[in-house]
């Protein structure tokens, strides 16, 4: 039984006191926009690309500002797998919408923390703690 290690980059987008989330095509769990970096890639590489690919928007690259590594189960994988989501907020310019693999996108209180990832939950728990959503 083999066990997986995902690593991602992802954006933490909080406007009215709720985070930005994105649900994938197939997926039954929300999690914040971002994903894999490509050989070689940095961090902010990965996340420029990543939120251009699922949100049609462009990451403004010197506005990006580390929040934090988070680490839980990875959904939808064995158990044991686990899944690394390197955090960050950055200003963009366009509307987000729904792009290539995303399903959906919506903003999400605390409350709504069921229909989340594992990796996700630990970032709305401590966004929740700090006051910043409701």
């Known amino acids: 039984m083999n066990k997986e ?12 006191k709720k985070v930005l989330v994105a649900l994938n095509k197939g997926s039954d ?17 990965t996340l420029v690309r990543e939120i251009k ?9 010197d506005t990006i500002e580390y ?8 959904h939808g994988s064995l158990p044991g ?12 310019e366009g509307v987000p919408v729904a792009s290539q693999e995303i399903a959906k996108i919506s903003f999400f209180a605390h409350d709504r923390v069921a229909e989340i990832s594992a990796p ?15």
């Open 5 to 16: 290690f995902h690593d991602k980059v992802a954006l933490i987008h909080v406007v009215d």
């Open 29 to 45: 769990a929300w999690f914040l926009p971002g994903g894999h970096r490509e050989a070689g890639e940095s961090d902010e590489q």
């Open 53 to 61: 690919e699922e949100l049609a928007v462009d990451i403004v690259p």
């Open 67 to 74: 929040e934090g590594a988070f680490e839980a189960q990875a």
């Open 81 to 92: 797998s686990a899944a690394r989501v390197t955090c960050y907020t950055a200003k963009f």
């Open 120 to 134: 996700t939950k630990l970032v709305f728990d401590e966004l929740h703690r700090a006051g910043l959503i409701s």
